[in-house]
């Protein structure tokens, strides 16, 4: 059981620094007070296509990541209690 909760709290610590590193690199994606006067849904090419960019990529790699945190973390509340 020691193994188990050690290979689970390497792997906890690697996606800790990870979510870290990927959401410092991440852009801001709002523009501040004047996005809202002026909205922010243009229905431009590039936002029909975010999810392919550089940044929508690396969105859907911080949601993942922070999934993967709170799944191991819960699993390792688990292996710390019994």
Known sequence: M???KNI???IYIVIC?????IA???????????EAMTGSSTGNFYEKNK?????G???RL???LGIAFIILS???GVLYVI
């Open 2 to 4: 020691t193994t188990l």
């Open 8 to 10: 689970v709290l390497a």
């Open 17 to 21: 620094i990870a979510v870290i590193i």
């Open 24 to 34: 410092t690199i991440q852009t801001k994606d709002s523009n501040g007070p004047s």
């Open 51 to 55: 999810g392919r960019t550089k940044e």
């Open 57 to 59: 990529k690396l969105k």
């Open 62 to 64: 911080t949601i993942i």
């Open 74 to 76: 819960v699993a390792l």
